[in-house]
């Protein structure tokens, strides 16, 4: 049963979004045995619906697998899937961790992109040993040759290193897994040391509660042991210890250097944080495992639910959805508009739209959504510092001595053509130039410092639309700086409307609130009484536009004794001003909420 | 010519009795389908006898169950009533009588084509014990009647209504619509002039609705046909509106106005939440917050009787918030909304806040326990229900 380390093999893909991450994965557990063909759906490991339809990875995901090598030897290997999003970066960095290498999937015919390079960097940095692959092969636009040169200028490999291969035609699965074998060194860990094993990631089975995933880096873990997280000090009985095939499959133990999972009878994801090390209680290691730096939420939102009394359900909602994802950060708030919900905090933008989505698919919410911001962070004139997610809850700018706000490092990989149309873009939202740098003779790394909040609205379509999709794109966090900031408010017949508030600049601020405000007038339907919608900055009205009253709604015959039809109609009018909100007299629909998203569509 | 239509003397009937029935008689013949409207009738006639004793046994088979019913308003509408003969409608007015009580004074409508009346049937409906007539008059303007597909002419429709008079019918209503494809505010007050220049007692002034389903519906999907613009359609009707209430009608629904006292009183059983039984192909029932209507093709209906079953194709019971919902809209229909009522009925108020919005701009007046609806409230009365059912009511 003992299994020797020598023969273990931990390893991730890495690549940009649509290189082949997913359908190299799906190759290697074919190739393997893990699955029969027949059972085989494309992206097997994506199996959140949401994950196929839109072809990414939102979790990460661990499968087992065995492969008989050309050394004769049959070797155990753990293939632990990562997002590419730069939104769920944190996954990638959590999984880097529990592997000793990392094949990294580049597109023949796209080259390297921001995200393989934002990917090769933390895969570097947690000391992986990279296989590069070049993939797609096959294609007729494949530029195999230009592309092996950029992978030799961004790893520092030798071009005879680069596999090459197309996991779509089956070319070059073998090479992959021999390299995986031979190239990726085995885990080191002592099997007699006290345990101490890794949580790369946990999910909460509604059945069993918390499933760990979790890398053991020394000792081993049986059935049955008192374990102890040390985070929270908490002792549970391993109920279950297993690997991960396609399924859980239960083992006697885990050793030193495997990968799997354990079941503790743990209710609360909170009592197992990813990045926490797991020991056993009768013998507790010294030291704590290096765990992963928190995940900071980067844009915040509103979540309300479309109509109040649903607010407890929406709470139980979030509150199941937080079980499976941990970067998910919320707390109730109240909006003199929209009534109670949530204030929450997402890693970014296709995070916080994959949140909304599943919660109106999965569980089933009409919730409506504020415009997103960032988090602010306000000195006021007494010099007390305040960080502010939510714009409505900006002081009056009489008490603040100034605002900062969050910049990214941006990165934009683009052909050579588009550097001014990117530039300019960037430029538009307030950037700061670094430098450019040649990927090869047609593209380029254009780098620049970017108020995170200007990324927030509609940037990376803008972007793939000026560089006609050839554009990738990657951000980090930087740091915070003071800007010349203003809390443009929207108010409807005079009342200020707290969920319509946003932060803008200054020199942007009159722009925006006509914006803004002409764009309402088109989304707010007309009313019994006439409806006026301003932009402000404090007390100074910028904008204005009015809704006319409503000229006639009267249904002129009621004969035959038809009733019913009458009255149908009615209860859908009836149905559709229940869906909208109530703003003093106002009604508001849905989509004006997040209004502000759009506003550059009508540039 | 020259009657009063105000003179008490010919005031039609006395005032209905809520717990008597409304009787409705579907006859679902026309010479000509008109193409704005989505009343299920037929052109095609040979199964005029057929349909003439299946009404019969309709009649006959909803007694069994029901008998000796009390009834004080008798209804014939369609399609076109008057296109049947008078023994025809002697047969069907017979087996009414036979299986139902009707009170002395009924109030008892045949609507009528004025392209298909003549001194001949209008005497005969006398005879039968009708005392209120409904022409489809529509418009006085050949060009309008033309366009809408009507079969008569103006000329035809002054003559049908001295007629009328003749005959010795003395309650007479007719329909006229506005808001017809570019017409002008002008012929809307023409038609106006005209109509009440031959003193009806009673005048229904409607818009032209593009009902899915009607060759007019697919004329204006098509672009073939601009129907009017809100603003205009919504001046018209204030105009209508000014112009009766001037005339000395009372505006008693939306698109009706009476002389006093002539209220059409089988329509507000309608409107009121009464009780009535509708036979014949579509025609729809009330009775005690239970909804029924008939199948909509004559076909059908004739098969169901043939085999002796009601032709009844869906019912529905109405929950009491369906009731309530009816309540609100058949009232604001009529231009005004008992207050009082909604809290002793439905233990429901409006939002102050909203009535108040309500009055100031000049939708509705309050008087007493009543809100009144003005001029400008009628024009957008389904909003103002919509707003009342969906958002600014109260329980209490």
């Given at each position: 049963m003992s299994l020797s380390p020598q023969l273990i093999r931990n390893f991730c893909i890495i690549a940009h979004i649509d290189h082949g991450k997913s359908t190299l994965a799906d190759r290697l557990l074919e190739r393997t045995g893990t699955i029969a063909q027949r059972q085989m759906v494309d992206q097997i490991l994506d199996d959140m619906p949401l994950e196929r339809?839109?072809?990414?990875?939102?979790?990460?995901?661990?499968?087992?697998?065995?492969?008989?090598?050309?050394?004769?030897?049959?070797?155990?290997?753990?293939?632990?899937?990562?997002?590419?999003?730069?939104?769920?970066?944190?996954?990638?960095?959590?999984?880097?961790?529990?592997?000793?290498?990392?094949?990294?999937?580049?597109?023949?015919?796209?080259?390297?992109?921001?995200?393989?390079?934002?990917?090769?960097?933390?895969?570097?940095?947690?000391?992986?040993?990279?296989?590069?692959v070049i993939n797609k092969i096959d294609l007729p636009s494949a530029m195999v040759e230009d592309v092996k040169k950029q992978l030799v200028d961004l790893i520092g490999c030798k071009e005879e290193d680069i596999l090459l291969a197309s996991a779509k035609a089956k070319i070059g699965i073998d090479e992959v897994l021999e390299a995986v074998v031979n190239r990726i060194p085995p885990p080191a860990g002592n099997v007699d040391a006290p345990t101490r094993a890794l949580i790369f990631d946990a999910k909460y089975d509604s059945y069993r509660g918390v499933v760990t995933y979790i890398r053991i880096v020394d000792g081993v873990l049986k059935t049955n042991d008192k374990v102890s997280f040390h985070k929270t000090g908490k002792v549970f009985l391993a109920e279950e210890v297993g690997v991960l095939e396609i399924n859980r499959v239960p083992t006697k133990e885990l050793e030193a250097g495997n990968v799997g999972y354990l079941i503790a009878?743990?209710?609360?994801?909170?009592?197992?944080?990813?990045?926490?090390?797991?020991?056993?209680?009768?013998?507790?290691?010294?030291?704590?495992?290096?765990?992963?730096?928190?995940?900071?939420?980067?844009?915040?939102?509103?979540?309300?639910?479309?109509?109040?009394?649903?607010?407890?359900?929406?709470?139980?909602?979030?509150?199941?959805f937080k079980l499976n994802d941990a970067a998910l950060l919320y707390e109730p708030e109240t909006s003199t508009a929209l009534g109670f919900g949530f204030r929450c905090g997402f890693l970014g933008l296709l995070h916080m739209e994959i949140v909304q989505e599943r919660l109106e698919r999965e569980f089933n919410q009409t919730i409506i959504t504020t415009v997103p911001n960032v988090e602010y962070k306000v000195v006021r004139t007494n010099k007390e510092v305040l960080l502010v997610d939510n714009p409505a809850a900006m002081p009056s700018?009489?008490?603040?001595?100034?605002?900062?706000?969050?910049?990214?490092?941006?990165?934009?990989?683009?052909?050579?053509?588009?550097?001014?149309?990117?530039?300019?873009?960037?430029?538009?939202?307030?950037?700061?130039?670094?430098?450019?740098?040649?990927?090869?003779?047609?593209?380029?790394?254009?780098?620049?410092?970017?108020?995170?909040?200007?990324?927030v609205f509609d940037f990376f379509d803008k972007l793939k639309s000026l560089t006609r999709g050839y554009a990738s794109f990657d951000y980090e966090y930087l740091d915070t700086r003071e800007s010349d900031l203003v809390k443009l408010d929207i108010l409807l017949n005079g009342e200020v409307v707290d969920a319509l508030s946003s932060v803008v600049h200054r020199e942007k601020s009159y722009d925006w609130g006509r914006k803004l405000s002409s764009k309402l007038r088109k989304l707010i339907p007309k009313q019994l009484f006439e409806v006026v919608i301003q932009a402000a900055i404090g007390s100074k009205i910028i904008a204005r536009e009015s809704i006319s009253p409503i000229r006639k709604n009267v249904i002129a015959k009621c004969y035959g004794g038809d009733i019913t039809r009458k009255r149908k109609l009615l209860e859908k009018q009836k149905e559709g001003k229940k869906r909208m909100k109530q703003i003093g007299r106002v009604e508001v629909p849905q989509e004006a909420f997040l209004a502000v998203l759009s506003l550059n569509e009508e540039e | 010519m020259g009657q009063d239509r105000n003179n008490p003397q010919i005031k039609a009937t006395a005032e209905t009795n809520p717990s008597n029935l409304g009787l409705y008689i579907h006859i679902p013949f026309c010479e000509k389908k008109c193409f704005y409207c989505d009343f299920y009738s037929i052109e095609n006639h040979s199964q005029r006898d057929e349909f003439v004793a299946s009404l019969i046994k309709e009649v006959a088979l909803y007694s069994e169950s029901n008998p000796k019913q009390t009834v004080d308003t008798i209804f014939l509408g369609g399609g076109t009533p008057s296109l049947l003969s008078p023994s025809e409608l002697e047969k069907i007015i017979e087996a009414i009588g036979h299986h139902f009580i009707i009170v002395s004074d009924p109030e008892f409508t045949i609507e009528c084509n004025p392209g298909t009346v003549n001194t001949n049937n209008l005497s005969s409906y006398r005879t039968l014990g009708a005392n209120r007539l409904s022409f489809g008059v529509q418009s006085f303007f050949d060009?309008?009647?033309?366009?809408?597909?009507?079969?008569?002419?103006?000329?035809?429709?002054?003559?049908?209504?001295?007629?009328?008079?003749?005959?010795?019918?003395?309650?007479?209503?007719?329909?006229?619509?506005?808001?017809?494809?570019?017409?002008?505010?002008?012929?809307?007050?023409?038609?106006?002039?005209?109509?009440?220049?031959?003193?009806?007692?009673?005048?229904?002034?409607?818009?032209?609705?593009?009902?899915?389903?009607?060759?007019?519906?697919?004329?204006?999907?098509?672009?073939?046909?601009?129907?009017?613009?809100?603003?205009?359609?919504?001046?018209?009707?204030?105009?209508?509106?000014?112009?009766m209430k001037a005339k000395g009608y009372d505006h008693y629904e939306i698109s009706n106005?009476?002389?006093?006292?002539?209220?059409?009183?089988?329509?507000?059983?309608?409107?009121?939440?009464?009780?009535?039984?509708?036979?014949?192909?579509?025609?729809?029932?009330?009775?005690?917050?239970?909804r029924w209507w008939n199948v909509s093709s004559l076909n059908g209906y004739l098969s169901r009787l043939g085999n002796n079953v009601l032709p009844v194709s869906a019912e529905e019971v109405l929950s009491p918030s369906q009731v309530q919902d009816e309540f609100i809209f058949l009232s604001l229909r009529q231009g005004k909304l008992d207050l009082s009522v909604l809290i002793s009925r439905f233990g429901i108020a409006l939002e102050e806040d909203f009535v108040t919005g309500l009055k100031k701009s000049g939708y509705c007046t309050i008087a007493g326990n009543k809100l009144l609806l003005t001029t400008k409230g009628f024009t957008v009365c389904d909003e103002i229900a919509g707003e009342i059912l969906g958002v600014h009511s109260v329980s209490v």
């Open positions: 339809e839109r072809g990414i990875t939102i979790k990460s995901h661990a499968i087992q697998m065995k492969y008989g090598a050309r050394d004769g030897n049959a070797y155990t290997l753990n293939l632990i899937d990562t997002p590419g999003h730069v939104d769920f970066s944190y996954e990638v960095s959590r999984s880097l961790a529990a592997c000793e290498g990392a094949i990294l999937v580049v597109d023949a015919s796209q080259g390297v992109e921001a995200q393989t390079i934002s990917n090769v960097y933390m895969a570097v940095d947690a000391g992986l040993e990279i296989v590069p009878g743990v209710k609360e994801l909170t009592d197992a944080r990813v990045g926490d090390t797991v020991m056993n209680a009768d013998n507790e290691a010294h030291d704590p495992l290096p765990g992963y730096r928190e995940v900071k939420p980067m844009v915040f939102s509103g979540l309300y639910p479309a109509q109040s009394e649903h607010f407890e359900e929406l709470r139980d909602a979030l509150a199941k700018p009489a008490e603040i001595d100034h605002i900062e706000e969050p910049y990214v490092t941006a990165q934009i990989i683009c052909p050579s053509e588009f550097i001014g149309n990117v530039m300019k873009l960037c430029m538009d939202r307030r950037g700061v130039y670094k430098n450019t740098t040649y990927i090869d003779t047609k593209r380029a790394d254009i780098r620049f410092e970017l108020p995170l909040a200007e990324i | 060009d309008d009647l033309k366009f809408l597909s009507r079969i008569h002419n103006s000329h035809d429709a002054v003559a049908a209504i001295e007629e009328a008079r003749h005959a010795g019918f003395q309650n007479i209503n007719i329909d006229l619509m506005y808001a017809l494809p570019a017409q002008t505010t002008e012929r809307v007050l023409s038609n106006l002039e005209t109509g009440v220049a031959l003193n009806p007692n009673h005048i229904s002034a409607y818009a032209l609705i593009v009902e899915p389903g009607t060759p007019l519906f697919s004329a204006v999907s098509k672009g073939e046909l601009n129907p009017a613009e809100d603003n205009t359609e919504a001046a018209m009707y204030e105009t209508v509106m000014e112009f106005y009476s002389a006093p006292g002539f209220q059409c009183k089988h329509n507000l059983k309608y409107w009121n939440g009464y009780n009535y039984i509708g036979f014949g192909p579509s025609a729809h029932s009330h009775m005690n917050n239970r």
